[in-house]
């Protein structure tokens, strides 16, 4: 995806620009919504939050920008569209 080496640090680092460029509310939602889940963290980044939330028991994962292995860094790519696609989900008008 637009030359994006499909490790969570890029899509959070591609994100936050998409974002920040006036991507809508997506990300604002989704921070709601691990907020929502976690029952913590409103003074975290969304980025951060998705980790927790994925690896609850293990702080030393919880750093978004870590290196960090390959297979839970795909768990956490996987989490993270899974997220967008529930949100983009909501936000779509009943027929």
Same mark, same amino acid.
């Given at each position: 995806?637009?030359?994006? %080496?499909g490790s969570y =640090?890029?899509?959070? @680092?591609?994100?936050?620009?998409? @974002?920040?460029?006036?991507?809508? #509310? &997506?990300?604002?939602? &989704?921070? =709601?919504?691990?907020?929502? %889940? &976690? +029952?913590? +963290?409103?003074? &975290?980044? $969304? ?9 609850? #028991? %293990?702080?030393?994962? $919880?750093?978004?920008?870590s290196a960090r ?14 997220h967008l696609e #529930?949100?983009?989900? #909501? ?5």
């Amino acid at each position: 995806m637009f030359g994006l %080496d499909g490790s969570y =640090k890029m899509y959070v @680092a591609f994100f936050r620009g998409y @974002a920040k460029g006036g991507g809508g #509310d &997506l990300f604002v939602r &989704l921070h =709601k919504r691990l907020v929502s %889940d &976690l +029952g913590t +963290g409103q003074n &975290l980044g $969304w980025e951060a939050l998705l980790l927790r939330k994925v690896a609850p #028991d %293990d702080p030393e994962s $919880w750093w978004p920008l870590s290196a960090r292995e390959e297979s839970f860094d795909r768990r956490v790519c996987d989490a993270l569209f899974d997220h967008l696609e #529930d949100l983009q989900g #909501d936000a779509q008008p009943e027929a």
